[in-house]
């Protein structure tokens, strides 16, 4: 016995990134922390006038890490981002094609930080031996 979602054809999928802002400090008078969220929308258009749409979280990261004037901050935040944003494109096995056009709408926001980024952590936080 076949399932009715037999009966539905796809006839088109689209991909689609969506930003939310998010306050991560929402109570009234603290400092505020805005977070952008970033989701992957994966529509599936079908025959029938009906469309289904998975919104998947690819990463986050507080807006003061784009604004900020310390460009080492700035491009150790964007590479943690940037470093799950790609091990989650990772896990969807997408097309090249499809991948490459999603990254640069994510880097039209997010800009992709140089090579080095990762070094920052060693090279400017103190080592404590024990």
Known sequence: ???SRAHFEYVEESMNVRWVRKDLNPVAGSRRHICL????E???HLKQPSRKTTPIQLGAIE???LKTNVRNVRDFMQGLFWAKVEQKLDQLNLEPAT???IEQKVSQKVARPPVDWALWGITCVP???P
């Open 99 to 101: 991948r490459r056009v």
């Open 1 to 3: 016995m076949l399932s």
């Open 63 to 65: 807006e003061r890490f």
């Open 42 to 44: 994966k529509s599936c």
């Open 127 to 129: 080592r404590f031996d």
């Open 37 to 40: 969220v970033l989701f992957l």
